[in-house]
């Protein structure tokens, strides 16, 4: 009986302490696919959702590129949900302060996979998986 509360309240938080607090501006969370011409800049926008988000915590969310078996990390930044600041190591993020709206942007070039995978939250859950076809 004890064992299966402490595995009941061990995946709540799990499950709790994944949940990203920010979301896409995009209808849907599904895998998406998009037509793009070479070198085009694609902006990714998302919303913080501040309820699910603690106070102060530092919110990392990014793009990769799947090389072999791991992920390399391309574009990215951190949001200090407090003061809805952010600021990245990287060119790419851009955010509007106070309004809870932020996005990423990519420049699409033949050089690069063209899947990408977003990740989101503080241990970096990956969400979905998005794919250029570049013409």
């Known amino acids: 009986m004890c064992l299966s509360f402490a595995l009941l309240f061990l995946s709540c938080v799990i499950v709790v302490a994944t949940k990203p607090c920010a979301r896409f501006e995009f209808p849907t969370l599904q895998d998406q696919t998009f ?3 070479e070198n ?23 793009i990769s590129r ?3 078996d791991y992920h390399i990390l391309t574009d990215y930044c951190k949001i200090n949900t407090r003061n809805e ?16 709206l932020y996005s990423l942007t990519k420049t699409v070039d033949r050089t ?5 995978y977003w990740w989101t939250g503080i241990d970096m859950v990956e969400t979905t998986r998005l794919t250029f076809d570049i013409t």
């Open 35 to 37: 037509t793009v011409e």
């Open 112 to 116: 690069d996979s063209t899947t990408w």
């Open 66 to 68: 799947q090389q072999q």
């Open 85 to 100: 600041t952010c600021h990245s190591t990287r060119p790419g993020c851009s955010c509007r302060v106070g309004q809870g």
């Open 40 to 62: 085009t800049t694609v902006t990714l926008p998302f919303r913080l959702d501040a309820a699910s988000c603690v106070a102060g915590d530092t919110f990392t969310i990014g």
